[in-house]
């Protein structure tokens, strides 16, 4: 099955890259195939398309279609493994009720 997935942040954009990377992989190991799209909101603050999850490096979406997930762990590291793995529960059909 494949997901979709937006990671957006600010100047951040090698952090977004590693995140995508370490959510690809580690979804990857449970049969879940990403797409991951990396926007920086400094320069449009447009979403094209439909995704499966956002992941905000700072609070921004608000009344998304989609879960949306805070990736400041990935900025600090602290609570990182634990934010990949509520992105796996998620994708593979927990719900947000089971990930927060």
Known sequence: MQKKVLIAGGLCGTTMLMAGEKLTERCRQEGIS????IQNLWETTYVAGRYDLIVEMFPFFQDQPCPVLSGKPFISHVGEKALVEQVVK?????GL???V
């Open 90 to 94: 998620l994708l593979c059909g927990g």
């Open 34 to 37: 990403l797409q991951v799209t």
């Open 97 to 99: 009720s089971e990930v």
